[in-house]
Structure formats: structure tokens, C-alpha cells
């Protein structure tokens, strides 16, 4: 019962490198999500995806792209990581008609 | 716009003593609200959620929240702090019939022995 898997659990990357972190879930949710967290800002949503097909800009944008694959799997793309991408990233889905949001177990990216 | 604000980004409390951390929202639709914790290191747990159904919820490891709609509050209390509540908690808001789910800046509760 792994519920929501992200991959991979830490990285380092160097400016301008880019990167895809991965995300995949086994519960059959329709809607999925990429949150960044920072120290005092506490997660701010930068993509999600509301069903397979879709996605939808949240806050924090800029820098990112996603990809969401298939009704399992969505990806979070850092085409020059910079460091002010330096974060840890979640994951979370949702089933349709449900309430609350699962979550992964987080990325840790430092971006040198 | 739903928003979420804490107020509070560190509180400390003695061992047995009451825990009570705030959370104020705002949502243009009755709004569905959630408390999660965060140990160090770890994802994000939810602990207790507010849907329409009962205003006072309770949750795991003795955690309840009581939505006031009049205060646009759901706060967070516990009537005896233990060691092991020492995390952060993220209050969030997601208005019903819509896919964003907003977080809270979060609070730090420290437990002093």
C-alpha cells in the first residue's frame, strides 16, 4: 500500500542543470499536485492536474513545468534550475468527491 | 479567493498543558478546512478535517478543532501536550467543488519537559 511515491528523495543540482522529479500514486485519485515548501512560507502550490489530460498553474509557476503522464503519474520538470529553486517539493493526490489530500514523502532539492 | 492565515509561526507549551494553535480562513463558498502535521524530515499527515458535518471534529492522537463561521476560525487544540507532539502543523482550506487546496505559513510547536 505505498499510497503517494516520489522520486527522487534528495538531489543536488548545479545552476542552469535541469531536472524532472517524479510522482506517482496507486490509489486511482483523479487530481494531483506539486506543493513547494519553504521556511516561514509553508507550501505553496505550483501545479496541479484536477484529472488525467489537465493541468492548471498555481502560485509559484514560474520555472516549473509538469507533465501529467497518465491517471498515475505527474512529473514536476526544472527545464534551469536556479537557486532560488532550492526547496523541498511534495507531491499529494486526491480522489474525486473526496475531501482531503494525500501526500508523498517530499524532495529535497538543493540547487548550487 | 480561499485563504489561510496562522497566527503564531513558533509555540512553545509545558508538558500537560494545554495546545491550542489558531487558524483563521477565508472563503467565498462554505469552505472544507484541515489540520495536518509534519514531523521532521517526513510528509505531510492529516489529522483532523471540518466538511459541514459537526462543527466540533476530533482527530488523531487527541487533537480536536471546533469551525466557528462566524469567527472564520478552526482552531486546533489538545487538553494535555506530550513530547511527541512536538511538529508543525499546517492548517489548509479548500473550497467545496474546487481542486486547490491553500496551506497556512504553519506553527512550530515546541513541548518543554
Known amino acids: 500500500n505505498a499510497g503517494v511515491t516520489q522520486t527522487p528523495k534528495f538531489q543536488v543540482l548545479k545552476t542552469g542543470q535541469s531536472m524532472t522529479l517524479q510522482c506517482a500514486q496507486d490509489?486511482?485519485?483523479?487530481?494531483m499536485y506539486w506543493y513547494r515548501q519553504d521556511p516561514g512560507m509553508g507550501l505553496r502550490l505550483i501545479y496541479y492536474?484536477?484529472?488525467?489530460?489537465?493541468?492548471d498553474k498555481g502560485e509559484v509557476p514560474n520555472g516549473y513545468n509538469v507533465s501529467r503522464l497518465n491517471k498515475r503519474e505527474f512529473s514536476l520538470r526544472l527545464e534551469s534550475a536556479a537557486p532560488s529553486q532550492t526547496s523541498v517539493y511534495f507531491c499529494?493526490?486526491?480522489?474525486?468527491?473526496?475531501?482531503?489530500?494525500?501526500f508523498g514523502q517530499g524532495t529535497r532539492l538543493t540547487v548550487v | 479567493a480561499q485563504s489561510v492565515t496562522q497566527l503564531g509561526s513558533h509555540v512553545s507549551v509545558s508538558e500537560g498543558a494545554l495546545v491550542l494553535l489558531r487558524c483563521n480562513y477565508s472563503?467565498?463558498?462554505?469552505?472544507?478546512l484541515f489540520w495536518y502535521v509534519q514531523y521532521p524530515n517526513q510528509g505531510l499527515q492529516l489529522l483532523l478535517k471540518?466538511?459541514?458535518?459537526?462543527?466540533l471534529v476530533k482527530g488523531i492522537n487527541g487533537f480536536e478543532a471546533e469551525f466557528k463561521k462566524s469567527e472564520t476560525s478552526f482552531h486546533l487544540t489538545k487538553p494535555s501536550a506530550h513530547m511527541s507532539d512536538a511538529a508543525e502543523y499546517f492548517c489548509?482550506?479548500?473550497?467545496?467543488?474546487?481542486?486547490?487546496?491553500?496551506f497556512g505559513t504553519g506553527t512550530k510547536l515546541q513541548v518543554i519537559p
Open positions: 472563503s467565498s463558498v462554505p469552505p472544507y
Open positions: 492536474s484536477a484529472s488525467e489530460g489537465t493541468t
Open positions: 490509489m486511482n485519485h483523479n487530481s
Open positions: 489548509a482550506v479548500r473550497e467545496g467543488g474546487y481542486q486547490k487546496v491553500t
Open positions: 499529494a493526490s486526491m480522489r474525486a468527491g473526496d475531501t482531503e489530500a494525500f
Open positions: 471540518y466538511t459541514s458535518a459537526a462543527t
